[in-house]
């Protein structure tokens, strides 16, 4: 286990990752979009680039994420 490279907190469970939205004028910097599902863990890590998506008041919201298991399929197993 390592910590995410990067963490997004999400008010909703279904999220989508691009890994480039942050970037301006970076989509082809990215990977393609993708949709992913948040479920009772309170957290999804995207498996193209390891974003971690965390729901806000979720159960993994205020953890040390070093501590969770990878959850890199995107469909939070």
Not at 19 to 38: E, K, M, N
Not at 44 to 49: N, P
Request: proline letters at 6%; glycine letters at 16%; a negative charge.
């Amino acid at each position: 286990m390592h910590p995410p490279l990067e963490t997004s907190r999400v008010s909703h469970r279904r999220v989508a990752c691009d890994g480039a939205t942050d970037i301006p004028g970076g989509a082809a910097l990215g990977h393609p979009r993708v949709y992913l599902q948040i479920d009772e863990t309170g957290y999804v890590d995207c498996g193209y680039c390891d974003r971690r998506f965390v729901l806000v008041g979720g159960p993994a919201d205020g953890v040390d994420q070093g501590k969770l298991h990878d959850r890199g399929d995107g469909a939070g197993n």
